[in-house]
């Protein structure tokens, strides 16, 4: 549809269907689509409610649990979550909350690690995707399964043992504590291989052999061949690489062992809502929320773009 | 440019199965060698394994006389082309050719030249800056061959390349490969099951099946020619008729039984003159073959051939130039199916369907087969004789002739059949016994004499000289000879070799059995190698002192000082000329924009005007309709129409725009890729004269820094290739048979591990070894002599020997009788056969 976005497509609808038939079916296949449309509104309202009720309640001076729209609106709350300086009433008190929780500090180590870890990440993923499905070793068909196996088990099973592992090389606290966390993250890349996998089969094995014959190495072709005709699929790791560590909260707290400067967002959050009593910070943590989730949306924006169909055209029989 | 040898190349996969097996031939170079058969026979696989994309499970490869089984794809100068063509989609046409190149890091102005050339011998130039995916299929596979053409390759491969276009296209294409390979000049393989393809390209075509070749000769010959019924029936269309039949020998003529039909056929002595008298019995039953257009229903042939069979017309098919009738053999004893048979004619001679007649045989034209190992049994090169005699007081009688047989044929006087093979008898000026040639034969390059002595006629080899009608002489060999009565083996002949088993050992477990004898050998290796190296490692450091000598004083400062302006002004040049590019890129794409926007919606406007004009012409031409129409039938017919029309209007209206779009949105696409691809290469060539400049002036200043690392590089790749050299004298290997370990040359040693890898000690082998090759020794193993076989000129000692599990005779030549009871053996190594007995691969 590229080509045409001058032009807007014309749109055909009815168009098939027999003369004869077509008032019945078209009752039909309204009130079909009526039901459908109906059904997907109800739903996606209920999906969407919560995230209505965190955006409106982040513009409320004063909490109050029963009503949707706050009755005072005001922007104090983000002020506060960024402004060092920036004094406000908090649990009946004068604080200034930025100093107090460093929510951009917060943020910016959320954003570093998950730019970090999204980045190797998927390289690793694609990697290890590109040599489960082209390059022939031994057990490999067994090391795939086992992997699927120990991806069944939840992650912080390990976690003890791996704090621990990350104790003997002094990377488990401070700020070297975030490269653990790091490792920690990229450690498990290979588990994601699957997706990626299913793809790369997809690609005719000739464009290899072609290449190889062309004189291409292993590298040469991941690089150069494979990875121009997996854009979908690089987004979809991309994605899923930067949103796993973004809303972590597990082992981050393990690691920041209470140290508010090594807090991520995810946190962070928590300790703003359960350190204090009452509900007077529940405006700032919905401020916080509809910052935290903007980055992720904006992404998935930009990258829901691609399409599968259509890359791989023209590249065999067609 | 380069020939290719396969040697008893196999591919067996891990479960046993073998794709290919036991595949050796040679091709020459400059020859067009197409691989045929049924899919599954292993063809494409053993392209793959000539282009490296598959391991080669045992046996040699050898392009241009370098072993190639371990060399990568990229290296062993091969091209190939797919059958899904595997273009690169993301590339233009352009940078699919150039990407092999690219790689090769070739210069850029190079790589285009190249492109062009491959272009215009393709006549892709006005695609170059298309992607695959706006092309059609055989401009697709015009590119694969592009892209493999433009490295030049010694071998190119084409892994059925026509299989996916449309037939007009692909007898297209083929007449241009063909051309290809004649402007080229290069080595093609082609693999396909098409034989139309194999018989049009190859200059000579490998029939396949199941993984073995069943026959390897020119297209003519195998048409001609078949070895097997497979060939017979593969080759050729419509398919051979084949009638099963039995032959008989009776006095003067023989006879040809065809099942399953009503007709024996009387046929002259000559016709059959090739074929072994068994299959004149009735225990063999043979399968005759026939061409459609050997069988005639023409009239004056019919008229005056001999050789006729009753047929039943069942159809015809008229192609035009010819006309295929089909007909069935006419049966009146049995019931079972009846025969079919095709015969090609001029046209369909006014018969019809189920008429009865006589159709022409044309026996010299007969393709004879044994019906149970499908091999022809009237060879173009006979290989054995069978003559009928007698033997009276150890002489043998063929017709007048008396021919003494040595003392090791002891045999009671009697009536004999006798095998003699072909090789077994010698033509010469002066020695046996004397003949008269009857005929003389060519036959590829073999010179075949037939010698008639009553009944029995032997054919023998010979060599230039030999004229119709001489006399000469003739010895045989009396090891190869064969003698029967009726169907009982008497005498049976030695065969070429003596096989044993054996195994494959390294230096420390064969010191069990040879102790520490060979341990001298290999530190002679060893002493070899380190002084062939300590001569090369002295050579490089003289050659380095050498040169540094000669660049010790170059001033590095005032060099750099004064390249320096140089430098800066060449990187400012260079950057003024990308930039100014890009300016002009970025102009070019502009303006190419606005112009396919305003294409664009010219498009979309005069779609719309003409189809609204019609639209408004019908809707006026219905409102007149209705104004003077009255029948309301009528009316609601026309009103049907109408929204006909409208639904139809539409439809057509959105493809003619989708179909007008879609090519504006090429040709925009094309353009901006070629302006594109330009700037692209401009940009890169730019970069890479500064980058040239700079290391030149680099170098020039530090001469011998440079010096240094090129030292380095050459004494680290000596140092490997010696530790490499060491490594292989330090290691030698044993066959081990009996007791007796026998020192292997580094040969075959290389072809054990080549074939085998790691599996090579845990296997049994089978040595077939020579009867002269065996030397009396005391290291040797021990054999027990049975009988001292005396042939005339040969004496063999017919020897037992046993090992743990099995025992085996052998022959071993001999000079003197008098040898005692038990020898001890060696051979000589270089002379054996080995294969690998567990999945009988031929190893050497």
Redesign the interface.
């Known amino acids: 549809m590229k ?2 976005k ?2 807007k497509p ?1 749109k ?1 609808k009815d ?1 098939f269907y027999n ?1 004869k038939n077509s008032r019945g079916m078209r009752f039909k296949q309204k009130t079909s689509n009526l039901l459908v449309y109906t059904i997907l509104t109800v739903i996606s309202l209920i999906w969407i409610l919560p995230f209505i009720y965190l955006v409106l309640q982040s513009f409320a001076k004063t909490y109050s649990p029963q009503v949707l729209i706050p009755t005072e609106w005001t922007l104090d709350n983000y002020r506060a979550l960024f402004d060092p300086n920036f004094e406000m009433i908090f649990n009946n008190q004068p604080m200034v909350f930025a100093q107090v929780y460093p929510f951009g500090r917060w943020l910016l180590n959320t954003v570093m690690i998950a730019l970090v870890v999204s980045v190797l990440q998927t390289v690793l993923t694609l990697m290890s995707a590109y040599a489960f499905s082209r390059l022939n070793f031994g057990f490999r068909k067994k090391y795939m399964k086992l992997i699927l196996i120990i991806g069944m088990f939840p992650g912080f099973l390990g976690m003890i043992i791996t704090f621990y592992i990350l104790k003997q090389v002094n990377l488990s606290t401070g700020v070297p504590g975030l490269f653990g966390l790091v490792l920690v993250y990229i450690s498990g890349s290979v588990m994601n291989y699957y997706v990626s996998k299913g793809f790369f089969d997809t690609i ?1 094995k ?2 290899d ?9 292993k590298n ?1 072709i991941f690089w150069r ?1 494979i990875m ?2 997996s854009k979908p699929i690089v987004v979809y790791t991309i994605l899923l690489a930067f949103t796993a560590p973004w809303g972590d909260y597990m082992f981050a707290s393990v690691i920041a062992a209470g140290d508010s400067s090594l807090f991520n967002v995810a946190v962070g959050l928590q300790q703003l809502l359960t350190k204090e009593s009452g509900v007077s910070g529940f405006p700032i943590f919905c401020a916080a929320g509809v910052i935290v989730s903007i980055p992720i949306m904006t992404l998935f924006f930009f990258l829901q773009g691609y399409y599968v169909e259509g ?8 | 440019m380069a020939g290719l040898r396969l040697e008893h190349i196999y591919k067996v996969y891990p479960n046993g199965t073998k794709a290919v097996s036991d595949f050796t031939m040679d091709i020459k170079d400059k020859e067009f060698i197409v691989f045929v058969g049924p899919s599954g026979c292993g063809k494409s696989t053993t392209l793959r394994m000539i282009a490296g994309l598959e391991e080669i499970s045992a046996g040699e490869l050898y392009i241009d006389n370098h072993i190639v089984n371990d060399v990568e794809p990229k290296d062993r100068d091969i091209a190939m082309v797919f059958q899904n063509y595997a273009l690169y989609p993301h590339m233009t046409v352009y940078e699919n050719i150039a990407f092999g190149l690219k790689l090769r890091h070739l210069p850029n102005e190079e790589i285009h030249k190249k492109v062009l050339w491959a272009a215009q011998v393709l006549d892709l130039t006005e695609y170059l800056d298309r992607k695959p995916r706006a092309m059609s299929g055989g401009q697709r596979q015009r590119v694969s061959l592009g892209r493999a053409i433009i490295r030049n390759p010694k071998v190119m491969l084409l892994d059925e390349p026509l299989s996916n276009l449309d037939a007009k296209l692909r007898a297209q294409m083929r007449s241009e490969i063909a051309k290809l390979h004649e402007d080229l000049q290069t080595t093609f393989i082609y693999v396909t099951h098409d034989q139309v393809e194999a018989m049009t390209l190859g200059t000579r075509v490998v029939v396949m099946k199941l993984g073995k070749i069943m026959q390897v000769d020119t297209p003519k010959n195998l048409y001609d020619y078949p070895d097997n019924l497979f060939v017979a029936g593969f080759i050729g269309t419509p398919q051979m008729n084949f009638f099963k039949a039995y032959l008989s020998r009776n006095g003067e003529t023989d006879k040809i039984k065809l099942l399953n039909a009503s007709s024996t056929l009387e046929v002259q002595h000559s016709y059959l003159s090739r074929i072994k008298p068994k299959y004149f019995d009735s225990d063999n039953e043979v399968t005759l073959g026939f061409r459609c257009e050997h069988i005639s229903l023409e009239k004056d042939v019919v008229e005056s051939s001999e050789h006729l069979i009753d047929v039943k017309i069942s159809h015809f098919e008229e192609l035009g130039n010819e006309t295929l009738i089909y007909a069935e053999l006419l049966n009146n004893e049995t019931k079972a199916k009846p025969t079919n048979v095709i015969i090609k004619g001029t046209s369909t001679y006014g018969l019809k369907r189920g008429d009865i007649v006589k159709a022409a045989l044309n026996l010299n034209k007969a393709h004879f087969f044994d019906s149970v190992t499908e091999q022809t049994i009237n060879p173009r090169i006979p290989t054995t004789n069978l003559a009928y005699g007698k033997v009276v007081n150890n002489s043998l009688q063929l017709h007048d002739l008396n021919i003494d047989l040595p003392a090791a044929i002891k045999l009671v006087d009697n009536d004999y059949s006798v095998i003699i093979p072909v090789e077994a008898i010698k033509l010469n000026n002066s020695n046996g016994v004397k003949v008269t040639i009857d005929k003389v034969e060519e036959v590829e390059n073999h010179k075949i004499v037939s010698i008639k002595l009553g009944d029995n006629l032997l054919f023998a080899f010979a060599k230039d000289d030999v004229n119709l009608d001489e006399e000469c002489y003739i010895e045989l060999d009396y090891t190869k000879l064969e003698f029967y009565i009726g169907s009982k083996l008497v005498h049976k002949a030695i065969a070429d070799y003596d096989s044993v088993n054996a195994m494959f050992l390294n230096h420390i477990t064969a010191k069990e059995y040879v102790g520490d004898k060979y341990d001298p050998v290999v530190t002679a290796r060893v002493e070899e190698v380190e002084t062939k190296y300590q001569g090369l490692f002295k050579e490089v450091d003289e050659n380095y002192a050498k040169a540094l000598e000669e660049v010790k004083n170059v001033d590095s400062k005032a060099v750099i000082e004064k390249n320096k302006p140089l430098i800066k002004e060449k990187t400012a040049s260079t950057n003024n000329f990308i930039s100014e590019e890009k300016n002009k890129l970025k102009e070019a794409l502009k303006s190419l924009e606005d112009a396919h926007k305003v294409n664009v919606l010219s498009i979309a406007k005069e779609v719309n005007e003409a189809y609204d004009s019609v639209y408004n012409d019908e809707i006026e031409s219905f409102n007149t309709f209705k104004q003077i129409n009255k029948d309301r039938d009528a009316y609601s017919k026309r009103v049907q129409e109408l929204k006909q029309f409208k639904a139809n209007h539409k439809l057509e209206k959105e493809n003619e725009l989708n179909k007008r779009l879609n090519a504006e949105a090429i040709n925009y696409e094309t353009e901006v890729n070629a302006l594109k691809g330009n700037f692209k290469r401009e940009k890169e060539n730019a970069l890479n004269e500064l980058k040239k400049f700079k290391n030149d002036c680099y170098n020039e200043a530090y001469p011998v820094k440079m010096l240094d690392k090129e030292y380095k590089n050459t004494v680290l790749a000596l140092r490997k290739e010696y530790g490499e050299a060491l490594m292989h004298a330090k290691i030698i290997f044993f066959f081990k048979t009996g007791n007796l370990a026998t020192l292997c040359n580094d040969e075959i040693s290389n072809k054990m591990i080549q074939s085998l890898g790691i599996k090579v000690f845990s296997k049994q082998y089978l040595v077939e070894i020579p009867h002269d090759a065996y030397q009396l020794s005391d290291e040797g193993f021990k054999v027990q002599v049975l009988e001292i076989l005396d042939y005339g000129k040969v004496k063999y000692a017919k020897c037992l020997y046993k090992d743990h599990h099995y025992e085996t005779n052998i022959y071993i030549q001999i000079e003197d009788e008098n040898i005692g009871s038990e020898l001890c053996v060696k051979y000589d190594i270089s002379r054996i056969h080995i294969t690998e007995k567990a999945m009988d691969i031929k190893i050497y």
């Open positions: 080509r045409f001058y032009l014309i055909s168009m003369e005719s000739s464009l052999e072609a290449a190889m014959i062309d004189g291409a190495n040469t061949v121009p005709l890359v791989t055209g023209g590249a065999v029989k067609g």
